[in-house]
Each structure stands twice: as structure tokens, then as C-alpha cells.
């Protein structure tokens, strides 16, 4: 062994000591550190010959590395829809490195970590109330479960042709319907060879919603002609959480012959609180659903899951099997997630998911989606006393979607924006809804308060003032 290695391997108790100790020392000062910055560093850092040991290197870090990083996990950081990590996620998070398992299988690769997989999933139904007739998996986001359930539907939609996508390429045109679905659905169909521009439109409900209008989607349908197709639904949209009518998509289920996706990954959360759970009745028809944990489930990056009705695991196994792996044996008998997922190698993702739903349990996650529900129509309460902004869309769940009033101020509201996310008090995301410039604060930090809000009221009414308007 290399004399580097060699001493790491002895001094490994020390290297973990400062580690968690720089951890520790980043979370406690979370509130101070800025939630954007402009530092930066010639990347072109030479590799060493002789390397300098993880203690050196974790010098090196903090001295020129960690000031490019922010306060991604604390609690005004409110920009795209990102939760923070609690603590039992962080054990899970950490202890998923150091066991450092490859969880494909229950039986055959020597260890059974798969089985905390499957722990954790039956929890995560538990928590969203959702029937054992789905089975799922982790992943690395929502756009990798959007890809993966669509790669199922698209060789769901080949075998009502009688045909196998899978092995032979797609040789129909696939029939997507969708209202407003996310960038990520959208280039999941890009990767899936649907084409990123072959869906249908559906109308939205009038009166600012992004939800399918039922009239219309109808139509589209009948437009098709007993053809299959695709429907990709929302839980929870990204700009307005607006949610599909499940319960009407339920019944069309019983007309038309289709399969149903739904997106989720934050809004799908809303089924935890008897007060939100109502905008998911009906959801447990779907045939996929997908949801992401490191959004309102708040741990840390890379976890999300999908789950897809157990009677399509054979459509599962054709679109991701590694037939030309025989030491597998029968995919369906010995269960494996590299036959049913897009990646071989994984790593125990479950683990802190499982960390935190076992410590906080149902009701802790039910306080974290109340909470921030409260915090959203707080925040959206305090812009419409302010004269000088205006809601785009009614709050209904965790994402206040705002802008400058007034035609005249669309060409300052960038400049605000990138003048308030430079203050690294906030971070907010920039968005463009009802054809007008807006931007989007969303509420999933298990650590923000309504102190936060008034924090970030001063800086904007500061911004106002420089900005003249
Ligand atoms: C509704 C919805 N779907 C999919 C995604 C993509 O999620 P990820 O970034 O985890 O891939 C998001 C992210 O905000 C989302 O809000």
C-alpha cells in the first residue's frame, strides 16, 4: 500500500473526527452562511504526484473549495423546490457512504440491503397513504423517475400493439396527452426516442390554472380513436402546485385505454396532511407516480423514488433487463433492481429516507408540509400588503409564484431578482407564467421560520428603494 494510503488507513479516526466536525460546524452556522456568492477558482488544478492525505486535502477544501458552496440546505434558500436535510437523514446520508453497498438484489450479490429498499418503499406508502400494489425503487430525482415510469408506459404502449420497443425500437407513434408537465417529463420523452415535442396539449382549467380542463382532455381522447396513450397528470405543479382532478381521471380509466402517469416530487407529499391530502383522492389508480424525497421529505440531494403497479413488473423487466447478463437467472424469480431501474450499480439511497421516516415518523413530515404551507400564504400575505407586488396565482399549497405590479416594472423584475438573490439572504428562482415575467419562492425547508420571511421582506423593501420604481 501506498505510505498516503497507509497513513489514512491508521489515522482514519481522526480523518472522520474533522470531518463531522466540519459538518457540524456548517450546519450550526447555516443562517450565516450566504445562500448565493460570486467566489471562484481557476479549475485547472494540477494533480499531484504524491498525493497530500485526506487531512491536507480537506485543508485544501475549506481554503478553496468550500467558499464556492451555499446555503443550499438552510432555510431561505428557497429557489427551485429544495428541502434541507434533518439529522437522521444526515446519519442515513453518511452511513450510506461507509457501508457503501451496491443494492441490486435480495438474494444473489451477498448481501441483502435491497430488503431496507423495500422497508423504506412500504414506509414511504405508509406515510402517503398509497395501496402495496405498487412496487418501487430509488433513484437519483424526479426526472430519473419520470424517465423511468415513462420508459415502462412507452413499452405498455408498444404491447397493445403487440409489439416489444424494448428489443426491436419504437415502430408506432406514441400517443402522449399532457397539460403542463415538467421540463423533466418532457425530457424524459427526449431521451425515451418519444420525441420532446410529440405530446398533445390538453387546455388548463380557465381562470389561472395549470390543470387539465376535463372537457378537453376528453376530446383529445376521442380525437385519437380507441387508440392507447399516455397521460402524464401533475401533483402539485412547479409554478402554481395546482393538482389533476384524480378522481376524474379515475373514471375516464374505466372508458379509455391508457397508461397514467403522475408527477408528484413535492406535491405528492400533500396526501400526509388530512388539511392538503384531498388534492391526491383517487391517486392510487395510477399506474406510475413519481416523487421526490430530497425536496419535501428533506434530505439531502439524490433521492427520489417511483412506483409502479406490480402487474406491469413484466413491462419493467423488458424495458431495463440485462439479458445479456445470464449469471442473473430468471429476472422475475430472483428480483433485482438493475432489471428494473436504469442503473446496475446503486447505492443504498434508501438509507436515509429510511433514517427519517422511522425518526420523525408520520406526524413529524405532516408538521414540515403544515408548516410550510403556512409559511407560504404568510410570505404571499405580506407581498399584497406591499403596493408594489402582486400574486400570480392563489397560494394552494408551498410555492408563491409573485412579480412586480404593473405592465411597466416587467423589465425591472430580473434586475430585482438578481439584486435580492446577490444580497445571499435568499435565493429565489426566476420564472415566466400567464405571459409574464415572475418569480417563485418555494416552501419545503424543514428549518424556516417566520423570522426568515420577515428577513427577506426588509431586504426586498431595500431593493424597492434602490430600484426607484
Ligand atoms: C413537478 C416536478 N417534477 C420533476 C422535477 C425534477 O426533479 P429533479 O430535479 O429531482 O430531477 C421537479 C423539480 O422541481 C418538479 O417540481
Given at each position: 500500500?501506498?505510505?498516503?494510503?497507509?497513513?489514512?488507513?491508521?489515522?482514519?479516526?481522526?480523518?472522520?473526527?474533522?470531518?463531522?466536525?466540519?459538518?457540524?460546524?456548517?450546519?450550526?452556522?447555516?443562517?450565516?452562511?450566504?445562500?448565493?456568492?460570486?467566489?471562484?477558482?481557476?479549475?485547472?488544478?494540477?494533480?499531484?504526484?504524491?498525493?497530500?492525505?485526506?487531512?491536507?486535502?480537506?485543508?485544501?477544501?475549506?481554503?478553496?473549495?468550500?467558499?464556492?458552496?451555499?446555503?443550499?440546505?438552510?432555510?431561505?434558500?428557497?429557489?427551485?423546490?429544495?428541502?434541507?436535510?434533518?439529522?437522521?437523514?444526515?446519519?442515513?446520508?453518511?452511513?450510506?457512504?461507509?457501508?457503501?453497498?451496491?443494492?441490486?438484489?435480495?438474494?444473489?450479490?451477498?448481501?441483502?440491503?435491497?430488503?431496507?429498499?423495500?422497508?423504506?418503499?412500504?414506509?414511504?406508502?405508509?406515510?402517503?397513504?398509497?395501496?402495496?400494489?405498487?412496487?418501487?425503487?430509488?433513484v437519483t430525482?424526479?426526472?430519473m423517475?419520470?424517465f423511468t415510469?415513462?420508459g415502462?408506459?412507452?413499452?405498455?404502449?408498444?404491447?397493445?400493439?403487440?409489439?416489444?420497443?424494448?428489443?426491436?425500437?419504437?415502430?408506432?407513434?406514441?400517443?402522449?396527452?399532457?397539460?403542463?408537465?415538467?421540463?423533466?417529463?418532457?425530457?424524459?420523452?427526449?431521451m425515451?426516442?418519444?420525441?420532446?415535442?410529440?405530446?398533445?396539449?390538453?387546455?388548463?382549467?380557465?381562470?389561472?390554472?395549470?390543470?387539465?380542463?376535463?372537457?378537453?382532455?376528453?376530446?383529445?381522447?376521442?380525437?385519437?380513436?380507441?387508440?392507447?396513450?399516455?397521460?402524464?397528470?401533475?401533483?402539485?405543479?412547479?409554478?402554481?402546485?395546482?393538482?389533476?382532478?384524480?378522481?376524474?381521471?379515475?373514471?375516464?380509466?374505466?372508458?379509455?385505454?391508457?397508461?397514467?402517469?403522475?408527477?408528484?416530487?413535492?406535491?405528492?407529499?400533500?396526501?400526509?396532511?388530512?388539511?392538503?391530502?384531498?388534492?391526491?383522492?383517487?391517486?392510487?389508480?395510477?399506474?406510475?407516480?413519481?416523487?421526490?424525497?430530497?425536496?419535501?421529505?428533506?434530505?439531502?440531494?439524490?433521492?427520489?423514488?417511483?412506483?409502479?403497479?406490480?402487474?406491469?413488473?413484466?413491462?419493467?423487466?423488458?424495458t431495463f433487463?440485462?439479458?445479456?447478463?445470464?449469471?442473473?437467472?430468471?429476472?422475475?424469480?430472483?428480483?433485482?433492481?438493475l432489471?428494473v431501474v436504469p442503473e446496475n450499480?446503486?447505492?443504498?439511497?434508501?438509507?436515509?429516507?429510511?433514517?427519517?421516516?422511522?425518526?420523525?415518523?408520520?406526524?413529524?413530515?405532516?408538521?414540515?408540509?403544515?408548516?410550510?404551507?403556512?409559511?407560504?400564504?404568510?410570505?404571499?400575505?405580506?407581498?399584497?400588503?406591499?403596493?408594489?407586488?402582486?400574486?400570480?396565482?392563489?397560494?394552494?399549497?408551498?410555492?408563491?409564484?409573485?412579480?412586480?405590479?404593473?405592465?411597466?416594472?416587467?423589465?425591472?423584475?430580473?434586475?430585482?431578482?438578481?439584486?435580492?438573490?446577490?444580497?445571499?439572504?435568499?435565493?429565489?428562482?426566476?420564472?415566466?407564467?400567464?405571459?409574464?415575467?415572475?418569480?417563485?419562492?418555494?416552501?419545503?425547508?424543514?428549518?424556516?421560520?417566520?423570522?426568515?420571511?420577515?428577513?427577506?421582506?426588509?431586504?426586498?423593501?431595500?431593493?424597492?428603494?434602490?430600484?426607484?420604481?
Amino acid at each position: 500500500m501506498n505510505s498516503i494510503l497507509q497513513h489514512d488507513l491508521n489515522n482514519f479516526e481522526n480523518i472522520l473526527e474533522k470531518a463531522k466536525q466540519q459538518g457540524i460546524d456548517f450546519l450550526k452556522n447555516l443562517e450565516n452562511i450566504p445562500t448565493s456568492n460570486k467566489n471562484t477558482i481557476d479549475p485547472k488544478r494540477s494533480l499531484n504526484e504524491l498525493g497530500l492525505g485526506s487531512v491536507q486535502a480537506l485543508k485544501e477544501f475549506n481554503e478553496r473549495l468550500s467558499p464556492l458552496l451555499v446555503s443550499s440546505p438552510g432555510p431561505r434558500y428557497w429557489g427551485f423546490v429544495t428541502g434541507g436535510s434533518t439529522p437522521a437523514s444526515i446519519v442515513g446520508d453518511w452511513l450510506a457512504s461507509v457501508y457503501d453497498q451496491n443494492t441490486q438484489s435480495v438474494t444473489s450479490q451477498g448481501g441483502n440491503s435491497a430488503l431496507i429498499e423495500f422497508e423504506t418503499i412500504n414506509l414511504l406508502l405508509q406515510l402517503l397513504e398509497l395501496p402495496d400494489s405498487f412496487l418501487g425503487g430509488f433513484v437519483t430525482g424526479a426526472t430519473m423517475s419520470n424517465f423511468t415510469t415513462l420508459g415502462v408506459a412507452r413499452q405498455w404502449f408498444g404491447k397493445q400493439f403487440g409489439k416489444d420497443f424494448a428489443k426491436n425500437g419504437i415502430s408506432e407513434t406514441i400517443n402522449v396527452l399532457t397539460a403542463t408537465p415538467h421540463s423533466s417529463s418532457v425530457k424524459s420523452l427526449s431521451m425515451l426516442g418519444i420525441g420532446s415535442q410529440n405530446y398533445t396539449v390538453v387546455k388548463t382549467i380557465e381562470g389561472n390554472r395549470e390543470a387539465l380542463d376535463l372537457a378537453d382532455l376528453e376530446e383529445k381522447i376521442k380525437g385519437l380513436n380507441g387508440k392507447p396513450f399516455i397521460l402524464i397528470s401533475s401533483a402539485g405543479t412547479v409554478n402554481t402546485a395546482d393538482f389533476d382532478d384524480f378522481e376524474a381521471i379515475l373514471k375516464l380509466k374505466e372508458k379509455y385505454n391508457f397508461w397514467w402517469h403522475i408527477d408528484g416530487a413535492f406535491g405528492g407529499f400533500a396526501a400526509v396532511s388530512e388539511k392538503y391530502k384531498h388534492f391526491v383522492k383517487g391517486w392510487e389508480g395510477a399506474d406510475s407516480i413519481t416523487i421526490d424525497c430530497h425536496k419535501w421529505l428533506n434530505v439531502p440531494y439524490e433521492s427520489a423514488f417511483y412506483l409502479i403497479k406490480k402487474e406491469h413488473i413484466n413491462l419493467q423487466i423488458e424495458t431495463f433487463q440485462n439479458s445479456n447478463a445470464p449469471y442473473l437467472g430468471n429476472p422475475l424469480e430472483n428480483f433485482n433492481y438493475l432489471n428494473v431501474v436504469p442503473e446496475n450499480s446503486r447505492r443504498l439511497r434508501a438509507l436515509p429516507v429510511w433514517f427519517s421516516l422511522v425518526a420523525y415518523g408520520k406526524e413529524g413530515f405532516c408538521d414540515i408540509i403544515e408548516k410550510s404551507t403556512s409559511l407560504a400564504l404568510h410570505f404571499g400575505n405580506k407581498l399584497i400588503e406591499n403596493r408594489y407586488f402582486e400574486l400570480l396565482a392563489p397560494i394552494r399549497l408551498n410555492n408563491v409564484c409573485f412579480t412586480l405590479k404593473g405592465n411597466e416594472n416587467q423589465d425591472k423584475v430580473n434586475v430585482f431578482l438578481t439584486k435580492l438573490n446577490d444580497t445571499g439572504k435568499v435565493f429565489m428562482t426566476p420564472t415566466f407564467y400567464e405571459n409574464k415575467k415572475g418569480i417563485r419562492a418555494s416552501f419545503v425547508n424543514w428549518r424556516t421560520t417566520e423570522d426568515d420571511i420577515s428577513i427577506v421582506i426588509e431586504e426586498m423593501k431595500t431593493i424597492l428603494d434602490d430600484l426607484d420604481l
